[in-house]
């Protein structure tokens, strides 16, 4: 069975490499003008869903919302694995990412994630000022944004969450854009971090929960909605992962 793993991951592997050299040039050129950094995301997407369909992993999606955003929006998720940023794009086709400045040093992959998407640095609190001005700066000219509040991998205990930074909910609120809570479900017992990058499994469950009005919101709003969004996702968490959680907690997280 390991041995399946380690062919399913290697395999992976190889077919994500191979599918982003093919896009790099077109994400290159995309790369230009700030105007054309709508046509890369929506080629993400489209890589996106080429890679999991071409590495054999089935994604289910659940949107609880009743109707299509017309409008960018906030999609802040949990997130405890690598896996989680090929998921993001599954959800939305104008998604750029707001992640930790160290993916921008990766050869090719790096320079494809600095010219497209926003790299923050959390321990500086000048690379943070600046990266929340070039959120909002995205979200006005038209563009979703997708953050891990968590600021990176930082639990210990999957599928509880660390917890989470004002970043996001302060760039929405400025902006008036909803902020949509998304719970990636399965990902950490997907491709878990524990240092071995094994895929454990083919399934990938996305839930994308009811999108939450910031437009009547100020920033005295921000921490109770960093709390009820976390609460949001680890509530739905716990239910999702309840098969997989210790005999208390999971009474715990049945009982509630």
């Known amino acids: 069975m390991k041995?399946?793993?380690?062919l399913h991951t290697i395999y992976a592997a190889i077919i994500f490499v191979i599918t982003f050299l093919f896009f790099f040039p077109a994400f290159w050129v995309l790369s230009w003008k700030k105007s054309w950094h709508g046509y890369s995301y929506r080629l993400n997407t489209f890589w996106g869903w080429l890679f999991m369909s071409l590495a054999f992993i089935r994604v289910d999606i659940e949107d609880r919302n009743k109707r299509p955003f017309t409008r960018p929006c906030v999609y802040v998720a949990n997130h405890f694995s690598y896996a989680d940023i090929s998921s993001m794009p599954l959800i939305a086709t104008d998604g750029c990412f707001v992640g930790k400045h160290t993916i921008?040093?990766?050869p090719l992959f790096g320079y494809y994630f600095r010219s497209l998407h926003i790299a923050v640095n959390r321990n500086s609190v000048r690379s943070r000022a600046?990266?929340?001005e070039?959120?909002?700066e995205t979200l006005r000219r038209g563009h979703s944004l997708f953050i891990f509040p968590e600021g990176g991998i930082?639990?210990?205990n999957p599928p509880y969450?660390?917890?989470y930074k004002d970043g996001?909910?302060?760039a929405a609120i400025r902006t008036g854009v909803p902020v949509v809570p998304v719970t990636l479900a399965s990902n950490w017992r997907l491709l878990p971090d524990d240092g071995r990058l094994l895929l454990r499994g083919n399934h990938m469950k996305?839930?994308?929960h009811e999108a939450i009005a910031t437009d009547k919101m100020t920033e005295e709003d921000v921490p109770a909605l960093r709390e009820r969004v976390f609460n949001i996702i680890q509530d739905e968490l716990l239910a999702q992962n309840s098969a997989y959680l210790p005999a208390a907690a999971r009474q715990a997280a049945v009982s509630t």
């Open 130 to 132: 600046r990266v929340l």
């Open 134 to 136: 070039l959120s909002i």
């Open 161 to 163: 969450q660390e917890k």
């Open 154 to 156: 930082r639990s210990a």
């Open 104 to 106: 921008a040093r990766a």
């Open 3 to 6: 041995i399946l793993r380690w």
């Open 206 to 208: 996305i839930i994308v």
């Open 168 to 170: 996001a909910f302060v």
